[in-house]
């Protein structure tokens, strides 16, 4: 079965400032994995997701994460956030199908 | 850009009242799914379904669930006797394929049981 525990809830960062949101996950067999964004009040976005090749990954809004096999470790950053980043921030690990979610990391970006 | 479409955005029903969440996945897409998050909470994979049968299911989508593909372009998600903790966000999601393909989620469904 699959695991996905993002340790941090909620990371205040000032607007410019690097941030790095912590994922790990657990498997007994090959992942993918994902990392999807929700605005207030919208669906799930979509950041960016790793499926196999180079660990380094790079998303959409200049985002990256990179995948650490023997850490079992997927974390998201940004060198330079901005106010739009803003938003509650979700590491996955997908199956074939299934995709198991994170409890999520609520990004505050700070003026 | 294709999307997800979802409907209605928010339900409110009586507990024991029967609800139908729809969803039109994206119009090439293969599998589809359903998700839900009670509010606060994770995210939680209820059901995937490919070639008009349930593929996969999680221990949530128990017997008071059902899903169904009554034609080319809808996909819903009923359930037959609410409960107080059925209130959540509920979200539709469509791949072209299984295996690590993107699921593409529509805007959710916020149920509300009274």
């Known amino acids: 079965a699959q695991s996905v525990t993002q340790l941090d809830s909620q990371v205040p960062v000032f607007e410019e400032a690097p941030v790095e949101l912590r994922c790990n996950y657990s498997?007994?067999?090959?992942?993918?994995l994902f990392w999807y964004v929700q605005y207030p009040n919208q669906g799930l976005q979509l950041l960016l997701k790793y499926l196999s090749g180079s660990t380094l990954v790079k998303g959409i809004n200049g985002f990256e994460a990179e995948f650490n096999k023997s850490q079992t470790s997927f974390h998201l950053r940004k060198p330079s956030v901005h106010i739009s980043d803003t938003a509650e921030y979700f590491c996955a690990a997908g199956g074939y199908q299934k995709v198991t979610f994170g409890t999520g990391t609520k990004l505050q970006v700070i003026p | 850009e294709p999307e997800v479409t979802q409907t209605p955005s928010h339900q409110v029903t009586q507990m024991g009242q029967e609800v139908i969440l729809r969803c039109v996945p994206i119009?090439?897409?293969?599998?589809f799914y359903w998700y839900r998050q009670i509010l606060g909470q994770k995210v939680e994979f209820l059901v995937s379904?490919?070639?008009?049968?349930?593929?996969?299911k999680s221990e949530i989508f128990d017997d008071q669930f059902s899903v169904e593909r009554p034609d080319g372009s809808n996909f819903t998600l009923k359930i037959r006797s609410t409960k107080l903790e059925d209130s959540a966000m509920y979200f539709c999601?469509?791949?072209?394929?299984?295996?690590?393909?993107?699921?593409?989620f529509g805007p959710g469904t916020r149920l509300l049981v009274l």
């Open positions: 498997s007994s067999v090959s992942v993918y």
């Open positions: 379904f490919y070639n008009n049968e349930i593929s996969e």
């Open positions: 119009s090439n897409h293969l599998y």
């Open positions: 999601a469509s791949s072209a394929r299984g295996g690590g393909e993107t699921q593409y």
